[in-house]
């Protein structure tokens, strides 16, 4: 059974930090691109960071540059999201995603269930 779950979610005041986690369970983890989404309330599901298997390369979309890192431990089975400095525009529910890419001959994109970041004063 494939699983993603996603843990470290709370309710924060601006300029604090977060650590997300994904725990993933039942694929070949360390083949997999591993991302994180996020989705506010009323608006598109976005991408903010993605990690390559090896973790060799990363990808942010500009409005979390230099605050989110995304990392990965395939010993683990776990990819990870710091989140540093904070702000109201961040709440969103996190979602871990999986994406084999070319990797077979059919491609498999699995998703975690979400965890709620909440940045209030």
């Known amino acids: 059974q494939v699983q993603l779950v996603e843990s470290g979610g709370g309710l924060v005041q601006p300029g604090g930090s977060l650590r997300l986690s994904c725990a993933a369970s039942?694929?070949?983890?360390?083949?997999?691109?591993m991302s994180w989404y996020r989705q506010a309330p009323g608006k598109e599901r976005e991408l903010v960071a993605s990690?390559?298997?090896?973790?060799?390369?990363?990808n942010y979309v500009d409005s979390v540059k230099g605050r989110f890192t995304i990392s990965r431990d395939n010993d683990k089975y776990t990819v990870y999201l710091q989140i540093n400095s904070l702000t109201p525009e961040d709440t969103a529910v996190y979602y871990c995603?999986?994406?084999?890419?070319?990797?077979?001959?059919?491609?498999?994109?699995?998703w975690g269930q979400g965890t709620q970041v909440t940045v209030s004063s």
């Open positions: 990690i390559t298997n090896a973790g060799g390369s990363t």
């Open positions: 995603n999986a994406n084999s890419g070319d990797l077979f001959a059919r491609k498999f994109v699995y």
């Open positions: 039942g694929f070949h983890f360390s083949s997999f691109l």
